[in-house]
Structures are given as C-alpha cells and as structure tokens.
C-alpha cells in the first residue's frame, strides 16, 4: 500500500463525519460533497506526518471551507437549491457527532440559515460536533471568548425562532406533560411528549431515541419533583433551583408538539449564558 493509499484510507474513516459537518452548515448535499472533496484535496497536498488528531484537523479544514462558502453565497445572494434534509451517509462514522446533528429535525435546521456566517459555523461546530471554543475561534480567526458569544447569541436566535412566543402555551402543556410523567416515572406518558428520535444532551454525554430518554427521565424522578417550569432563552423549560439561583437546567427543541431536543446544563459557565425567567 502507498503512502497516498493509505492516507486515503484514513480520509474515507471520516468521510461521514465531515459530510455531516459540511450539509450543517450550507444546507445543500451537493455542496456538501464539494467541501468535502476539497478537504481530500488540502489533505493530499499537505504534509500531516506530525497531525496527531487528523480528525480535528479534517473538521478544520472542513469548517474553513464551508465559511468561505457561506461567506461568498451571501455575497452573491444566493440561497442553496436544496430543501435542508439530513444527508445519508452509509460509512461509519468515527464519533457520535453524526448522530448529534441528525437530531435536529429538517424545521431546525431551516433556522440555521437565519444567521451569519460566523454564528452558523461556532453553533454547528460547537453545540452540535463538541468542537472547543479554541479551535472555533482559530478557524474564524477569533478568541476562545469570542468564538462562544457567537455560539450563545446563535443558540439565542435558533430557539427564538423555532419557538415563536405564540407557541408558548402549547409548549408549557408539553413541559408540564413531561414533568408529571418524569415525577410519577409514567413511561408511556414520557413517550407521549417525546419525538421518536429525541437527544438528551449533557456534558458528560448524549442519549438518543425516545425511549431511551424517558427511561432516563423515569429515573430521575427526585429531581422532577423539584423542578420548576422557566423560560429559558425565551422558550419554556425546567429548573432546579439551589439558594435561589439555578443549578440545573433542562432547555427544550420542539418539534411538532414534541421534544426533539433535551439540553441538560449543570456547568455553571454554561449556565451563567442562559436567560432562566421563572413563570
């Protein structure tokens, strides 16, 4: 095998990986691939002999073209031919980051061409694939702290939008139906609110499909009892509340009068970005 051969090899371990990146953040499978092969491209002319993460570095490369991408299509005033659909992948994929991304149903990923190009990048990148601040700020030549105010004011602008104030009765009937179900450790009643491929996210981990998540719900009925119904960012969500200030936070997706998306927060840095509004 030659040394292209092999590194070839190694590229199509991630392929997946970076198909996922790249259709997150320009909406269209068909550019996608074209970012992606342009990463094949820096990838067979670039010395890597020292790249210990080839993986991260791919991301990188993957990221950096799709900005540039994102950039000059707003230029132009161009919107993708495609509708914002999840694209298959038959490899494996390296990692979960896949999964993650594909969590997010098509009415979601719509949102994500409401913002700018710098936003799109660090909440795709971060909230989705875990990529660390760091490398986000590298890659748009930004600041570890700059990179994460672009993602919380990303993360601000998805929820507001995919859950107009309008909805908030309907989306406070489902929180309390979850929370009644998760406090008497009801299954079937978690089942009910929760989207068939609903992600719990939280920082040591993600849980996926829905009963999956109720039956982790179900288990946690003491802190059920406890928690309260908040905006959080605007939309509805839960609180465990400790001397008066929040120390767990339950942020929810909604995706046709179901929970799509479960984001745990107990981090206090983490915390201290939400808006949390007790109602």
Request: hydrophobic share 50%; aromatic share 6%; with cysteine.
């Amino acid at each position: 095998m030659t040394d292209n051969d092999f590194l070839a090899e190694r590229f199509e371990a991630y392929r997946g990986h970076l198909r996922a990146v790249a259709h997150r953040m320009l909406g269209s499978a068909a550019e996608a691939e074209d970012a992606v092969q342009d990463a094949w491209f820096r990838l067979s002319r670039s010395d890597t002999r020292e790249v210990e993460n080839l993986g991260g570095w791919l991301t990188t490369v993957v990221g950096r073209v799709c900005l540039d991408m994102l950039r000059s299509r707003r230029t132009r005033g161009e919107e993708p031919l495609e509708s914002w659909q999840p694209a298959p992948s038959a490899e494996p994929d390296p990692a979960h980051s896949a999964l993650l991304a594909d969590s997010v149903g098509p009415a979601l990923l719509v949102v994500l061409d409401t913002l700018s190009p710098a936003e799109r990048l660090a909440f795709v990148l971060h909230d989705l694939f875990g990529v660390p601040f760091e490398e986000v700020g590298g890659i748009l030549g930004r600041n570890a702290a700059a990179a994460r105010q672009l993602a919380s004011r990303a993360r601000r602008r998805v929820r507001g939008v995919a859950a107009p104030e309008a909805d908030l009765a309907r989306q406070r009937e489902v929180v309390d139906a979850f929370l009644a179900a998760a406090r008497g450790g009801d299954f079937d009643g978690l089942l009910a609110v929760l989207d068939p491929d609903v992600v719990a996210r939280t920082e040591a981990g993600v849980n996926s499909g829905a009963a999956g998540v109720a039956a982790g719900a179900a288990s946690f009925a003491h802190l059920a009892r406890v928690a309260r119904p908040v905006l959080v960012d605007g939309a509805t969500g839960l609180a465990v509340f400790a001397d008066g200030r929040p120390e767990r936070v339950l942020a929810f997706t909604f995706v046709a009068d179901r929970i799509s998306v479960i984001d745990i927060v107990t981090d206090p840095s983490r915390l201290a970005e939400l808006t949390v509004e007790e109602v």
